[in-house]
Structures are given as structure tokens and as C-alpha cells.
């Protein structure tokens, strides 16, 4: 069976950071361009960040670029996207998402509040 699993999500204030995690199970990640997406309530779904295979062309959505970082071990199977400096508009549910495939995560939450 093919699947991604999430994790990392949760609360966290103004100017601090979380990291989310993408763990991929049933196929080779090495072979897989990376996408990340978010959609914040009441809004349309947008896209965070998107890395080729090797991770030598990896783009940020300008609101987030200098803040967030893209990463992955092979490894582990799993992706990462670290998120600091974060501010509330970045609240919202995240997706890890591998676009060969169309294969997404099952989307997690992230919240920054005072």
C-alpha cells in the first residue's frame, strides 16, 4: 500500500518555529519531485514550496521564502519543512504533496496565536 503520514503540526506564538514531518511509505521517495501546500480557513489552497528530485531547484511562495525550508532524507523516507519566523497567517492545514503520483498527506494543522 502506498501512503504519506504528517506530523509536526500544532500551536506555536509569533516568531517561533515548527517543523513538519512527511513520512512515505510503499514507494522509492529518491525518485519524487516534493510539494508542500497549505489552506488557511476560508481560504484557497495555496502552495508553500515545490523541490525537484535531487533538491536542486527548490521554489518558496514569496510570503514564505527566508522563513521556510524545504528538506528531505532519503533514508528515513520521510520530508521535512521547517518553519520559523512564523507569523498567525501562516495558520492553516498542511500538505505534503508528490506530484508524479499525485500523492498527498492527510493534511495537518498548524496554528500561531498569541
Known amino acids: 500500500q502506498v501512503s504519506v503520514v504528517e506530523s509536526g503540526g500544532g500551536s506555536v506564538q509569533p516568531g517561533g518555529s515548527l517543523t513538519l514531518s512527511c513520512a512515505v511509505y510503499?514507494?522509492?521517495?529518491?525518485?519524487?519531485?516534493i510539494a508542500w501546500f497549505r489552506q488557511a480557513p476560508g481560504k484557497e489552497r495555496e502552495e508553500v514550496s515545490c523541490s525537484s528530485r535531487s533538491d536542486r531547484m527548490t521554489d518558496y511562495a514569496s510570503t514564505m521564502k527566508g522563513r521556510f525550508t524545504f528538506s528531505r532524507d532519503n533514508a528515513r523516507s520521510t520530508v521535512y519543512l521547517q518553519m520559523n519566523m512564523m507569523k498567525p497567517e501562516d495558520t492553516a492545514i498542511y500538505y505534503c504533496n508528490f506530484p508524479g503520483p499525485n500523492i498527498w498527506g492527510q493534511g495537518i494543522q498548524v496554528t500561531v496565536s498569541s
Open positions: 510503499g514507494f522509492n521517495l529518491d525518485d519524487l519531485a
